[in-house]
């Protein structure tokens, strides 16, 4: 089940005969009934966590109507179909009964909420709404894609304590030309505009974001103008990705590619780059007391994040058990007592 049996359904089944069923993406309850269980649709926004008790994934949207040349995820997931307001707010509200304290907005593109259904963008209002259930402690938003960013969303972020000053805004490069193979809809001087603006309006924001090293016709030069705005930017948290030729996609079909050689070798210059402006962006805090949210005990050390930082992807706060109860799943002030290139070294206040 899954994505691969969604894309290759009939290969699977002419390859793996002995396999009983393939589902795709969407089937959930066709998999419910062929393990000989009843499908109830008043419970679907009812869910049992395969996250911590303490947090939880919120996805307000399925789907993308991006035409992004390297991305297959149109190809698996189909057009964006974004979720009833009432029912987004509603599992929201389920989550929040249960105990999870911190939640994270996502879709494949979380920006384009609401114009399929509603004809207008309405994720500052599903914000603004989800921000007033009082048992979130932090809100947090991902994958809010630059072209048609919805300037109105950072006066929410603005205005509710409770959501993060964190934007996770995935550019993938700077060039204006690779930028325009890859169809992101948005240029070099447009994509400065809008990271302008989020740092004028939310001065305290940490921006999450990410890039493809390596895409088709990435020159030497055009490889350098990334390094530049990787420096000049100095992003909280960045991700990297090396391309990839993903079968269907319009950037398959083009043929001036980078060596693997190379694209590995831009990745680690990059990442070293973004290693030493952690450094520094880490160096600022040391002394500071900040609020966690303590995911696990690992070792001799518990395990926290500060709303800088996303589960999985992002830093961590690590503070040494000394004697004193610290309950995973609970938030706590502490001070910075150390620090390496991503993760933080802290103790108890």
Known sequence: MGCLSERYKDQLKTDIPEVDAF???????????????NWFHDLENERKLSTPPHYAYLKIAEGCDRKCAFCAIPLIRGKHVSRPFHEVVKEAEILANTGVKEINI??????????????????????STIAQIKEFEWIRLHYTYPDG??????????????ICKY?????????????????????????????????KTIPDVAIRTTFI???????????????????????????????????????????????????????EELMTIQEAISRKLNAKKLGAILKVIVDRKEGEYYIARTAADSPDVDNEVLI??????IN??????????????????????
């Open 23 to 37: 589902f795709g993406v969407n089937d959930l309850e066709k998999i419910i009934r062929h393990i000989g269980g």
């Open 106 to 127: 996502i879709s494949q593109d979380t920006t384009y909420y609401g114009l399929d259904l509603y004809k207008k963008r309405r994720l500052p209002e599903l914000l």
């Open 149 to 162: 960013f919805p300037t109105e969303l950072l006066q929410v972020i603005n205005n509710y304590p409770n």
């Open 167 to 199: 934007i996770d805004i995935p550019l993938q490069h700077i060039n204006d030309r690779i930028l325009k193979s890859m169809h992101r809809g948005v240029n070099s001087g447009q994509t400065r505009e809008i990271l302008d603006n989020i740092r």
């Open 213 to 267: 090293v390596g895409f088709p016709g990435e020159t030497e030069k055009a490889f350098r103008e990334l390094k530049q705005f990787v420096e000049e930017s100095q992003f909280d948290r960045l991700g990297l990705f090396t391309y990839s030729h993903e079968e269907g996609t319009s950037a398959f079909k083009l043929r001036n590619t980078v060596p693997e050689k190379i694209k590995a070798e831009r990745a």
């Open 320 to 325: 040494r058990k000394n004697g004193r109860k």
């Open 328 to 349: 995973p799943g609970s938030f706590y002030q502490v001070r910075v007592t150390g620090i390496d290139s991503f993760d933080l070294y802290a103790e108890l206040q």
